[in-house]
């Protein structure tokens, strides 16, 4: 015997089909929720069918976000034995039959015969301290991108009120330059200001880490601003408001990244190999953290050549009889984070001649012709190399 239980995982609920052995379903599909009484009610069905089978059955199933999370560390606390699959080998087994049928009981008895035709391997379990970095960068990357998409709202607002004040503060997105905005919004709000009162306003935003010099400048550039402003007030209220709005969200955002950073900071310090990947010229203290919490524990791959695939930066295949492609891009199958991560790695390390280890290797990829692009995915992947070679033999990078 050679017992298996497929798993569809939905959101909430799942259905799960049994095999005693290859071509032998067992029972009727079984469907379950993701909850205390359905978990519970699920491991009865685990045991009946390793009861049929006289062996612990493996589960095997999709990784589907974070929807399975809550049945792998339940049937981990169980120690049943658990498979986790990239949807893409699922999703090309179903192309194979003849049939086109998709429901969540069909999924399951397929992710069932799947197991026999395959060689999985159970879950390579990741390390809590991992797990809680990975939460925070990914977590940092979604706020980023929020940030970024307030700032865009920010600005067209800014442009139909003030379009003038981008240039009184080296930085617009500064807490003081925010606060600033959002005391004085308009060009009248500052004309009806003396020098002086606007002076005061920045010193007091400040404190007492810029110099009255500084403030006397910032106030009289604020006030030539205001004069050169094609209008002195906006003929829209509903603008104030939004700008309002969106200069307290900005500030909030900024107060959150800072935090996530300390927070992922720590976390990071604390790992060995966060200072290994900060060895490698063009990698900092961000883009280190995020690729060692995607990577997770390296003995989940047993050569580099794996990790390439799983960053998504092999190169895809195709011929065809006598037919054989030479211009293939890339799969991106692996995960998109730690592939964005590596490229802006490369890109650090090339500028500037930073790293002028990678910065060698991309001048001759280039002699050679090859494209731009081109060129930087060969530095991506020989990146990789380095990165594999240094986590699993712990040593640091050497420019030699």
Known sequence: MNPVIGVDISKGESHAQAFLKRGLPYGKVFKFQHNLEGLASFLEYIRDVESAAGIRP???????????????????????????????????????????????????????MLFYKEEFEPIKKRGQHLLNLRYLTRQYDSLTGMYVQVKLQFQAILDQ????????????YSKVS??????????????????????????????????????????QILIAAARRNPFKETAFPSHLISIQLLIKLLLQYQEHLTDLVKSIDALAEELLEYDLI?????????????????????DRFEHAKKLVAFAGVDPSVFSSGKFVSTQNRITKHGSRRLRSALFQAVRCGIRSNRNKKLRAFYDKKRAEGKLFRVAVIACVNKLI??????????ESFRLD
Not at 74 to 103: C, G, M, W
Not at 161 to 172: A, K, S
Not at 198 to 207: D, E, F, N, R, Y
């Open 178 to 219: 925010l606060k600033l905005l959002a005391k004085y919004s308009t060009s009248k709000d500052v004309l009806e200001r003396t020098e002086s009162e606007v002076k005061a306003a920045i010193q007091s935003l400040t404190g007492r880490g810029r110099s009255t010099l500084w403030c006397l400048e910032r106030a």
């Open 278 to 298: 900060q060895s490698i010229p063009g990698i900092g203290t961000k883009i280190a953290a995020t690729i060692l919490a995607e990577i997770g524990e390296i």
């Open 58 to 112: 493996s589960v095997v199933m999709e990784a589907t976000g974070h929807y399975h999370s809550p049945v792998v560390q339940f049937l981990d606390e169980h120690q049943y034995i658990t498979i986790v699959i990239n949807p893409l080998i699922s999703f090309e087994a179903k192309k194979t039959n003849l049939r086109r049928v998709k429901t969540d009981a069909a999924d399951a008895f397929q992710l069932g």
């Open 385 to 394: 190399h380095w990165i594999f070679a240094i986590l699993t033999k712990k």
């Open 161 to 172: 009120v003030f379009p003038e004040y981008r240039g009184v503060f080296g930085d617009l």
